[in-house]
């Protein structure tokens, strides 16, 4: 069940299956530090916050931009509707995967602060228990010809239900003990209805893993099936 808290320019949307206790001071970094509530800073495009709160813990993101715009502004977008904010496309977007069973995080909270014509904005999503990123196993030497096999299937997965990542590189793509494959970061993305746009990403991942010592071109063959696309 989504509940919505507003006053005056900020608005908020939180699940409350995921909370038993919810509190909007998650999205303050203040408090947050203060109270010790950060567990670690994580090394994306940005700075994810893990927290760990009520015996639980999540991730929080804040949106920034990226390029050129980024000298411009930071972290400011123009506003036009909440529909049409970062925080709750990717929101929505999450819930709806979710539901259709693909290994995503689950959207707990999120954040719009407006200003006139543009907005801030933040998304806090359920941390999934992980042994690391695809791009610490391939340096490290952890991937096996299993683990490559199950990221084949994940990836078909998510073709199947349409889903373009807007993206999908070495460090959004996570593992857990069991060998599942998880996507995360999915800013700006949305559901295809071209193929050609899922064969962008497929070398887009394959671009990101070339950089990493110890890669192998392991990802040729799944990057061959949909590259015909
Ligand atoms: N829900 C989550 N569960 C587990 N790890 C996460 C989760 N969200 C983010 N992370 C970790 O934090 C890193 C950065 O998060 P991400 O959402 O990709 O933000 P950005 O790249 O924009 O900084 C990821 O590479 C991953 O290691
Ligand atoms: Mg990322």
């Known amino acids: 069940m989504d509940e919505i808290i507003k006053n005056k320019n900020i608005y908020i949307q939180y699940n409350s299956n995921v909370f038993s206790n919810f509190s909007n001071k998650l999205f303050n970094i203040d408090y947050i530090s203060k109270e010790g509530l950060i567990k670690s800073v994580m090394d994306g495009r940005g700075k994810a916050l893990e927290l760990e709160y009520g015996g639980k813990s999540y991730f929080l993101k804040h949106y920034i931009r990226g390029g050129f715009v980024a ?64 791009y610490e196993f391939i340096k490290n030497n952890k991937m096996t010809k299993v683990l490559w096999n199950s990221l084949g299937t994940t990836i078909e997965k998510f073709y199947q239900e349409n889903v373009y990542h807007s993206d ?6 996570i593992i ?54």
């Open 71 to 134: 000298k411009i502004s930071y972290d400011r977008y123009i506003f036009n509707s909440l529909a049409s904010t970062r925080a709750v496309k990717e929101y929505n977007f999450l819930n709806t995967m979710n539901d259709k069973g693909l290994p995503v995080p689950k959207a707990a909270a999120l954040q719009v602060i407006t200003n006139r014509f543009t907005y801030k904005a933040d998304l806090i999503t359920c941390k999934i228990e992980n042994e690391g990123t695809l």
């Open 168 to 173: 999908l590189n070495a460090k959004n793509i």
């Open 176 to 229: 857990d003990k069991d060998n599942n494959f998880f996507l995360l970061d999915f800013d700006n993305s949305y559901f295809f209805y071209d193929k050609k746009l899922f064969t962008k990403s497929m070398f887009r991942l394959e671009r990101s893993l070339k950089k990493i010592k110890n890669y192998n071109h392991e990802i040729q063959n799944i990057v061959k099936k949909f590259s015909s696309l």
